[in-house]
């Protein structure tokens, strides 16, 4: 009988587009993003997908200072494998963005795989007052935001961190940057097998239907071959229908506050815990096994969590 895949599930903690008026679940001091990512992983989560932000207003922050806060007490914690973001702000140069991944040698970390636009000002409209002064220009703003991954920060990213032996989650927002990375991979660039984010309704990416996810599946097997392996974010409401569909496609799933605060339609989520458990529990009723930490680690050939820098 065919050994079954374990399907990894990844948690995005706190990201770096939600604000805090948006969901007073959203973590943002250093206790509540260490303390939601420990109940995160004690839920079945084998990945935490971190960001920092200022613990006085909930600002996106890519300082070390920020990472250091929390970063050793979830390794203390957890044995989980912890991913770093390098895409902390849509504004700030790669050079910053990347720093904390190569101040602290984590297991993982993320890079896009491409230049984009990158918007989520509607969601402005959905509130009145704010719990800080940045919030609504943060929002507001991205109408004007070019989200730059060019193939220069691209290589810059990957030739600074090839020293730590970083996996990178190469998060594709759209089937081009699947080219981009399979032209990547013939520069030298990154080495098989990948970790690819199939990323689904971010506004100025691919919408969130299974007809996507399908075409970019399929076309991810005519240019990786078995060279690569995968994982579904959905946005906002797609979060648990395209990352349930994905489970039953032999893939991998990530949930998290990052990526949509509801845990049903209408209701916010209580915490990353609550979506953690419940496409847990999807994916074993549906007869899926979740991957540990260490099944993780076989999975996507990662150096171990004894080779971080925190």
Same mark, same amino acid.
């Given at each position: 009988?065919?050994?079954?895949? #374990?399907?990894?599930?990844?948690?995005? @903690?706190?990201?770096?587009?939600?604000?805090?008026?948006?969901?007073?679940?959203?973590?943002?001091?250093?206790?509540?993003?260490?303390?939601?990512?420990?109940?995160?992983?004690?839920? =079945?989560?084998?990945?935490?997908?971190?960001?920092?932000?200022?613990?006085?207003?909930?600002?996106?922050?890519?300082?070390?200072?920020?990472?250091?806060?929390? $970063?050793?007490?979830?390794?203390?914690?957890?044995?989980?494998?912890?991913?770093?973001?390098? =895409?902390?702000?849509?504004?700030?140069?790669?050079?910053?963005?990347? #720093?904390?991944?190569?101040?602290?040698?984590?297991?993982?970390?993320?890079? /896009?795989?491409?230049?984009? /636009?990158?918007?989520?000002?509607? *969601?402005?409209?959905?509130?009145?007052?704010?719990?800080?002064?940045?919030?609504?220009?943060?929002?507001?703003?991205?109408?004007?935001?070019?989200?730059?991954?060019? !193939?220069?920060?691209?290589?810059?990213?990957?030739?600074?961190?090839?020293?730590?032996?970083?996996? !990178?989650?190469?998060?594709?927002?759209?089937? =081009?940057?699947?080219?981009? *990375?399979?032209?990547?991979?013939? $520069? %030298?660039?990154?080495?098989?097998?990948?970790?690819?984010?199939?990323?689904?309704?971010?506004?100025?990416?691919? &919408?969130?239907? @299974?007809? /996507?996810?399908?075409?970019?599946?399929?076309?991810?097997?005519?240019?990786? &071959?078995?060279?690569?392996?995968?994982?579904?974010? %959905?946005?906002?409401?797609?979060?648990?229908?395209?990352?349930?569909?994905?489970?039953?496609?032999? =893939?991998?799933?990530?949930? %998290?506050?990052?990526?949509?605060?509801?845990?049903?339609? &209408? #209701?916010?989520?209580?915490?990353?815990?609550?979506? @953690?458990? #419940?496409?847990?529990?999807?994916?074993?009723?549906?007869?899926?096994?979740?991957?540990?930490?260490?099944?993780?680690?076989?999975?996507?050939?990662?150096?171990? &969590?004894?080779? @971080?820098?925190?």
């Amino acid at each position: 009988m065919a050994k079954k895949n #374990k399907t990894i599930i990844t948690c995005a @903690v706190t990201g770096a587009i939600h604000t805090p008026t948006m969901s007073d679940a959203l973590p943002y001091t250093y206790d509540d993003i260490a303390t939601q990512a420990v109940a995160a992983a004690e839920a =079945g989560a084998s990945i935490l997908h971190l960001h920092a932000r200022n613990p006085k207003d909930g600002s996106p922050s890519v300082d070390t200072e920020d990472f250091q806060a929390f $970063l050793p007490r979830v390794k203390q914690a957890t044995d989980a494998v912890v991913n770093i973001s390098t =895409g902390g702000s849509l504004t700030l140069s790669i050079q910053d963005r990347i #720093k904390p991944a190569k101040t602290f040698s984590p297991e993982m970390c993320s890079m /896009n795989m491409g230049s984009m /636009n990158f918007a989520f000002h509607p *969601l402005a409209g959905r509130f009145k007052e704010w719990k800080f002064d940045w919030e609504k220009d943060y929002v507001e703003s991205s109408e004007g935001n070019i989200f730059r991954n060019t !193939f220069r920060d691209i290589r810059e990213a990957a030739e600074t961190l090839a020293p730590h032996d970083i996996k !990178f989650e190469h998060e594709c927002y759209d089937v =081009g940057h699947l080219y981009n *990375l399979k032209f990547c991979m013939d $520069l %030298g660039l990154f080495k098989a097998p990948v970790f690819i984010q199939f990323i689904f309704g971010i506004l100025g990416g691919i &919408g969130p239907e @299974v007809d /996507n996810l399908v075409f970019m599946k399929r076309t991810a097997d005519r240019l990786f &071959g078995d060279d690569y392996r995968w994982s579904v974010l %959905g946005a906002g409401g797609a979060q648990m229908p395209l990352a349930a569909t994905a489970s039953q496609m032999g =893939g991998n799933v990530r949930v %998290g506050l990052e990526d949509s605060l509801f845990i049903q339609r &209408g #209701k916010l989520a209580e915490n990353n815990a609550q979506q @953690v458990a #419940k496409i847990r529990h999807i994916v074993e009723e549906l007869g899926a096994e979740v991957a540990t930490p260490d099944e993780a680690r076989e999975i996507l050939g990662l150096k171990g &969590g004894d080779r @971080v820098n925190f």
